[in-house]
Nanobody, 124 residues
Framework: QVQLVESGGRSVQAGEYLRLSCVAS?????????VAWFRQASGREREFVAA????????LYADSVKGRFIIVRNNAENTVYLHMDKLIHEDTALYYC????WGYGVDSTYYDYWGQGTQVTVSS
């Protein structure tokens, strides 16, 4: 059972870059898992952002972030990163990483393990 901890969220200006990290903690390892990032803005439902399969060779992105966000996994560092460029106000949300050892896709039901989230606030 993997334990996930997100970090890197903060307040930025529109157009800036930010990198979020999702680390497997507590002696657990991220390498056997597909990992995804989801986000939830205040008053809205949680939505898919990006996902990477266990090898990192296949990635998925929401249309709203394609060309701006990149998901990268580094199994040696036990970490999955979300590189976010050209941030806009609509990217403001609580960002969660999630992991699955049996499925992979945009649906949150694939993912059994979730972190506590890290807040990203983008000022326009």
């Amino acid at each position: 059972q993997v334990q996930l901890v997100e970090s890197g969220g903060r307040s930025v200006q529109a157009g800036e870059y930010l990198r979020l990290s999702c680390v497997a903690s507590g002696g657990t390892f991220i390498s056997p898992y597909a990992v995804a990032w989801f986000r939830q803005a205040s008053g809205r439902e949680r939505e898919f952002v990006a996902a990477t399969n266990w090898s990192g060779r296949d990635n998925l992105y929401a249309d709203s972030v394609k060309g701006r966000f990149i998901i990268v996994r580094n199994n040696a560092e036990n970490t999955v990163y979300l590189h976010m460029d050209k941030l806009i106000h609509e990217d403001t949300a609580l960002y969660y990483c999630a992991a699955s050892n049996w499925g992979y896709g945009v649906d949150s039901t694939y993912y059994d393990y979730w972190g506590q989230g890290t807040q990203v606030t983008v000022s326009s």
